[in-house]
């Protein structure tokens, strides 16, 4: 096997195993390590998040809400859209339940609601994975969502099929046999005599 083919073969290992490990943190890890993940779509917590950005989010206790956190909430209003805005102010009217009122760190006005915040837990943004979303951010364009939910398993299915259908390769011509050894002449048969 030449360099080159072990080079694309370590290449390709290498991506696929990326892959995965890039799946199992969206899809495995979040249900065994408790986080979860988003990818931010507008600009409103730039320079910090910016759009294409993954976060990733951990439950906090409503109890340790306070100023200055950046949490992850539906809002009260409209088509309660989930958002991840900065906290910057904090009421708590009665047991178990928080009021907040938030900022994107790039809008010049706090959000026009107040949301409440009611259960046990609100989820934080710990951390944040830059350009992880972009990929996903492309998928919501009609046609690439159409090119790769159509096209490409088409694509696959054909070379498919192709690999199937394909006449055989000719196979290579088999060795010469050694020559056999030459057969003896046969002896001619002795009569037996008759005993008298």
Do not use: F
């Not at 890890?29 to 993954?54: E, F, K, N, Q």
């Not at 209003?77 to 178990?96: A, K, L, M, T």
């Not at 159509?150 to 099929?161: D, R």
């Amino acid at each position: 096997m030449t360099l080159l083919r072990r080079a694309a073969r370590l290449l390709s290992t290498l991506l696929l195993g990326l892959a995965a490990l890039a799946l199992l943190s969206v899809t495995v890890g979040p249900r065994l390590l408790h986080y979860r993940t988003a990818t931010m779509l507008t600009a409103s917590m730039a320079p910090g998040i910016r759009p294409g950005d993954v976060i990733v989010d951990t439950p906090l206790a409503l109890t340790d809400v306070r100023v200055g956190q950046v949490l992850t909430y539906h809002i009260p209003v409209d088509d309660h859209r989930v958002v991840s805005h900065r906290v910057i102010q904090v009421q708590r009217p009665g047991p178990g339940i928080v009021n907040i009122r938030t900022q994107g760190d790039a809008n010049t006005a706090a959000d026009p609601w107040t949301a409440t915040l009611s259960g046990g837990t609100v989820w934080q943004v710990r951390a944040v994975v830059p350009k992880a979303g972009t990929a996903i951010r492309a998928l919501r364009i009609p046609w690439v969502h159409t090119l790769l939910t159509g096209a490409v398993p088409a694509l696959v299915l054909c070379w498919l099929l192709l690999g199937i259908w394909r006449p055989a390769k000719p196979t290579q011509p088999a060795e010469t046999a050694q020559p056999a050894q030459e057969a003896q002449p046969a002896q001619p048969a002795q009569e037996a005599t008759p005993a008298t």
